[in-house]
């Protein structure tokens, strides 16, 4: 699979500043380049490098300041969209115990439904599909099915998820540069239902993610939590609610939390 190029001055810069942060050319703390010097260097006019190193600001790579000018700080791509946690996180924050059961693991070729959730136009590619479930004391706590693109993620296809599961390996070994998160209430699949321990009836949460690096997909998976016990927070300003549309998420910060309270 071949990697999106630029297509764009714009896109241009912004793939080229990312890298050299994610790639720690320019280390956390570098005072980056003044925006008229930028603007020279690609031959663009300085509302474009503005525009630019705003993006990245939102997206957490940036932080400027008076004065003191533009600065590396630390990425922070979950303040971009919605915080990407994991549920061994989130069931220790309740104080509980966490483990999980590996369901399926299986590489196969990318069919067409795969393809439209990691919005791939490459037919050729090779996935790693994989479901699990997460517990909270021993009780069921949420279901997770993920696949990954191996192309994208080659190291994937030997690491070992039975020891760690697939989405903090991830976090800890792969870049990403965006996400985006599909939020709804659902009746669980009957599989689902059985493996959480609730009817087919049960509200549930049902978070779908998709994460990306320069334009690659890298995974999609589908978490499912009992509605009962789970909520989401978001926390934004006024400025990001006047600079978000309807399909845009880009200026939310939100984290998925569980309530106390046993599995039904």
């Given at each position: ?86 549920s061994g996180d989130e069931v220790r924050q309740r ?138 927070v978001a926390r934004f300003s006024p400025q990001m ?24």
């Amino acid at each position: 699979m071949s990697d999106a190029k630029p297509t764009t001055l714009h896109d241009r810069i912004l793939t080229e500043v990312r890298g050299n942060i994610l790639s720690g050319t320019w280390p956390l703390g570098y005072r980056i380049p003044f925006e008229t010097d930028m603007a020279s260097t690609y031959g663009v006019s300085r509302m474009t490098v503005n525009k630019v190193l705003t993006q990245l600001t939102r997206e957490g790579y940036l932080e400027r300041r008076r004065k003191s000018g533009t600065r590396v700080t630390k990425p922070r791509g979950q303040s971009a969209v919605m915080a990407i946690t994991n549920s061994g996180d989130e069931v220790r924050q309740r104080g509980e115990a966490y483990s999980f059961t590996t369901l399926k693991r299986k590489m196969r070729r990318a069919e067409v439904q795969d393809m439209v959730l990691l919005r791939s136009a490459d037919p050729a590619i090779t996935i790693l599909e994989l479901e699990y479930v997460h517990r909270a004391d021993g009780e069921p706590f949420c279901h997770e099915a993920r696949i990954i693109n191996l192309a994208a993620v080659p190291e994937a296809e030997h690491a070992d998820f039975s020891a760690e599961q697939a989405g903090t390996w991830l976090l800890r070994q792969v870049p990403w540069s965006s996400a985006e998160h599909l939020i709804r209430a659902v009746n669980p699949a009957a599989h689902v239902a059985r493996l959480l321990g609730v009817s087919v009836a049960t509200a549930c949460l049902e978070i779908e993610r998709r994460t990306e690096y320069e334009g690659r997909p890298i995974t999609h998976t589908r978490l499912t939590y009992p509605g009962d016990k789970h909520q989401l927070v978001a926390r934004f300003s006024p400025q990001m609610s006047a600079q978000t549309s309807a399909q845009t998420s880009a200026q939310v910060s939100a984290q998925v939390s569980a309530q106390p309270g046993s599995a039904p």
